[in-house]
Nanobody, 124 residues
Framework: QVQLVESGGGSVQAGGSLRLSCAAS???????MGWFRQAPGKERQFVAV????????SYADSVKGRFTISRDNAKNTVYLQMNSLKPEDTAVYYC??????????????????WGQGTQVTVSS
């Protein structure tokens, strides 16, 4: 089992920045880790994913150029640096890890473990 705990959410004005962190514990080997988000009344949406080495990343078009995902395996932590935030980025952000599942990295069904989520609110 892998436990994931997110932190770093909050409220910010449009154009501002936030950095989310996700600390992993337990059986922490995970091939890929990622971030999804879910706004009220909407489906969970892919944001970004990073490989174990950190050498491979992928982003949703809506955040490309503004968000950066990174990881520190020595600390079992993955980060999401969010810059130039927009009101449409408002959502609960979830950290996720994939150890044994397969499938598209942009599908939430392709991940095995989830954090509890952290709220990000961007005001205009």
């Amino acid at each position: 089992q892998v436990q994931l705990v997110e932190s770093g959410g909050g409220s910010v004005q449009a154009g501002g920045s936030l950095r989310l962190s996700c600390a992993a514990s337990g059986r922490t080997f995970s091939s890929y880790m990622g971030w999804f988000r879910q706004a009220p009344g909407k489906e969970r949406q892919f944001v970004a994913v990073i490989s174990w080495s950190g050498g491979s990343t992928s982003y949703a078009d809506s955040v490309k150029g503004r968000f950066t995902i990174s990881r520190d395996n020595a600390k079992n932590t993955v980060y999401l640096q969010m810059n130039s935030l927009k009101p449409e980025d408002t959502a609960v952000y979830y950290c996720t890890a994939r150890s044994y599942s397969s499938g598209s990295y942009s599908s939430p069904t392709s991940y095995d473990y989830w954090g509890q989520g952290t709220q990000v609110t961007v005001s205009s």
